[in-house]
């Protein structure tokens, strides 16, 4: 079959490799729909904490059920399946407190940017999920990341009609921007970029800010709210201790900051420690997903409440998966659906 297969960063090459074989409670899935990530871009660009090339590339899916393990009870030959690309083990302290996200077992797959996937057991049994005829392979191929949304959602605490800031309008700022609309928010966006500020507003943004024409993005959100108070809730999802920083101080006193974009390994932030204490801030990080979130993200892509338009801008063919990641890393796009040629 043919699969990207990623070497050193900057090098993944599309090459013919065998089609897995399955053990017991295993899942062969046919790839119709594979899409683009940030964590892709980043694993490209840079390597990955979790790879030893030469290693497959690709890890948000949908397909076809081709061969079934031995035991699969759920899943048959020809359903139509996605989901995550985790599972916890469902054994370790974190995972009996209710926080599977932290798991210290976490298992992490691999490899949907080629023919076929190899659905390890314990990701069949925990997050996977059988998908209605209604709901297209591109669609459910963003059960993972908007379940990494719906679990930043989550640990926000917000309220009804409450002002919230996402800065950062990728893919996963894009998710929050919607959940949050869902949740009743009022949300101001910060981006670099029109196209995704367009996407944004499209969501239910109510207010978007270029920060390369108006730098002060501090200010310019805390001026969108009353009294310059600042947001109640403000979401990072760009991954720069920098915009950390800044996020940080758009919250109101006694405000929620959500620092969930994924920083470069080693990097530190600096804040105030006066403005934590005094405006008892809640600063949380929030980390992947849980089967709880994935769920959630599965019936609201199933339900229509997040569709896929507009977070897949194109499909391309798993040949061109390169220039595919490329085009993303330069935000000329929100996400591509990658299929097999
Ligand atoms: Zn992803
Ligand atoms: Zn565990």
Redesign the pocket.
């Known amino acids: 079959m043919k699969a990207a297969v990623f070497y050193a960063p900057g090098d993944v090459r599309v090459e013919n490799i065998d089609i897995p074989k399955i053990g017991p409670g295993e899942l062969l899935v046919q790839i119709k729909a594979a899409t683009t990530?940030?964590?892709?871009v980043k694993a490209y660009r840079r390597g990955h904490r979790l790879f030893h090339p030469p290693t497959p590339l690709g890890?948000?899916w949908a397909g076809v059920v081709v061969q079934v393990g031995e035991g699969v009870t759920r899943f048959r030959v020809g359903d139509r399946v996605a989901g995550a690309n985790s599972a916890p083990c469902g054994r370790c302290y974190y995972c009996k407190v209710g926080q599977p996200q932290l798991c210290d077992d976490l298992l992490i797959m691999f490899g949907s940017f080629a023919e076929y996937l190899q659905v390890p057991a314990r990701i069949v049994e925990v997050n996977t999920f059988k998908l209605p005829d209604h709901l297209s392979f591109a669609a459910a191929a963003m059960i993972?990341?908007l379940a990494?949304a719906v679990n930043g959602i989550m640990e926000s605490g917000i309220r009804l009609g409450d002002t919230v800031a996402v800065n950062g309008a990728g893919p996963i700022g894009l998710y929050f921007v919607r959940l949050a609309a869902l949740r009743g928010a009022r949300v101001i966006v910060t981006d670099l970029s029109d196209m995704r500020l367009e996407v944004a507003a499209s969501l239910g943004a109510a207010e978007v800010i270029n920060v390369s024409r108006l730098p002060d993005a501090v200010r310019a959100v805390r001026d969108l709210t009353e009294d310059g108070r600042g947001v109640d809730v403000a979401i990072e999802a760009v991954g720069l201790p920098d915009t950390w920083e800044k996020t940080i101080l758009m919250a109101r006193k006694g405000g929620t900051v959500n620092l969930f974009g994924g920083p470069k390994e080693g990097t530190t932030f600096t804040t105030p420690t006066g403005l934590v204490h005094y405006n008892q801030l809640t600063l949380k990080g929030v980390f992947h997903l849980t089967p709880d979130t994935a769920r959630m993200a599965f019936d609201l892509l199933a339900n229509g409440q997040v569709s896929e338009r507009p977070f897949i801008s194109g499909v391309q063919p798993l040949s061109q998966v390169v220039e595919a990641l490329e085009a993303h890393a330069r935000q000329e796009v929100v996400k591509y659906a990658i299929v097999p040629d």
């Open positions: 990530c940030g964590t892709d890890h948000e993972e990341p990494c």
